[in-house]
Nanobody, 122 residues
């Protein structure tokens, strides 16, 4: 029900913008988040935009990543700047009605995309 795009292979210091669009539900009704999963690691919270517009970021990406919404296009974006090899992961878009205390908990989201791979390498 969610479709991510924009992944690819970049060099350290480069930027990428990921997109997430729902196939059915309009985003204004949902809390939408990005998670990532690196090989051999647990799924990690990256960012969330709540229905009321508040934004939350994981400590590892704060100051480098920015989440935004294009309402007419019903699309969420994750702008990623100053990428490092530690950012290499599959990035997933997730949505649902999420209580604030579970913002960083992947199990709190009802809808997921299949992910898009981001590789940061020399």
């Amino acid at each position: 029900q969610l479709v991510e795009s924009g992944g690819g292979t970049v060099r350290p210091g480069d930027s990428l913008r990921l997109s997430c669009a729902p196939s059915e539900r309009p985003f204004y009704r949902e809390d939408v988040a990005w998670f990532r999963e690196a090989p051999g690691k647990e799924r990690e919270f990256v960012a969330q935009r709540r229905r009321d517009g508040h934004l939350y970021y994981g400590d590892a990406v704060k100051g480098r990543f920015t989440m935004s919404r294009d309402s007419p296009k019903n699309t969420m974006y994750l702008q990623m700047n100053n990428l490092t090899p530690e950012d290499t992961a599959v990035y997933y878009c997730a949505a649902g009605t999420v209580i604030l205390s579970r913002t960083r908990d992947a199990t709190g989201y009802a809808y997921w995309g299949r992910g898009t791979l981001v590789t940061v390498s020399q």
